[in-house]
């Protein structure tokens, strides 16, 4: 049976405009795998929690997809919360058009809109995953959500505002050699995917 690839559309939906990435991930993948890659891809550090669920409303219906706690979540509520690493892809998309959301930082609120775009054949000698296309850099970690990173954005552009030192300074922009935070900026040769197994060993041992 030939091995096939998942093609899928990452798009950050609370900011405007939307980061985005395009990935390709071995249909062989678990749902943690994907929380790996999209992580790796879109650029965030996988510092915070993270669910996969099927509506994008607070307590709304449908499956949650995550890293289950001993601790009542008060996010999230009214289903249950399934370990990514045991949920298969072919389990959530089945046909192109087929969407989930993928929530990351509880607190700051990052939510994303998973778009499955096509089922495509393995390519011979290509690495699995890689990133085929993207626009624009991700937020900043813990920059307090989107209302605030608009706030962050408009200080850092304007050097008359009170804030602006603050912001570069938070930003570690005021250091010498620093590199510069630039919000239409995506590169996509510096995109360096990493191992899901590894990853989740580490969480197991933590």
């Known amino acids: 049976m030939a091995k096939l690839v998942y093609q899928f559309r990452i798009t950050l939906v609370v900011v405007d405009p939307p980061v985005w990435r395009v990935i390709r991930v071995s249909a062989e993948y678990t749902l943690w795998d994907l929380h790996v890659a999209i992580q790796d891809a879109m650029g965030w550090l996988d510092c915070h929690l993270h669910e996969f669920r099927q509506s994008n409303r607070p307590g709304g219906p449908g499956i949650r997809i995550g890293i289950p706690t001993d601790e009542e979540d008060d996010f999230m509520t009214g289903a249950p919360l399934y370990p990514g690493w045991k949920v298969p892809l072919e389990e959530v998309f089945r046909i192109p058009g087929d969407m989930i959301y993928y929530l990351y930082d509880f607190g700051d609120g990052w939510d994303h809109e998973v778009l499955l775009e096509g089922v495509l054949m393995r390519e011979k000698g290509v690495k699995y995953p ?68 590894r990853r989740l060993k580490k969480l197991m041992e933590e």
């Open 130 to 197: 890689q990133c085929i296309s993207g626009a624009r850099a991700t937020p900043p970690e813990d920059c307090g959500g989107p209302p605030c990173y608009e706030n962050l954005l408009d200080a850092l552009a304007d050097p008359s505002k009170e804030e602006h030192r603050e912001i570069l300074a938070w930003l570690g922009l005021d250091r010498k050699n620093a590199i510069p935070f630039d919000p239409v900026a995506f590169d996509i040769g510096m995109v360096k995917f990493t191992s899901p197994a």
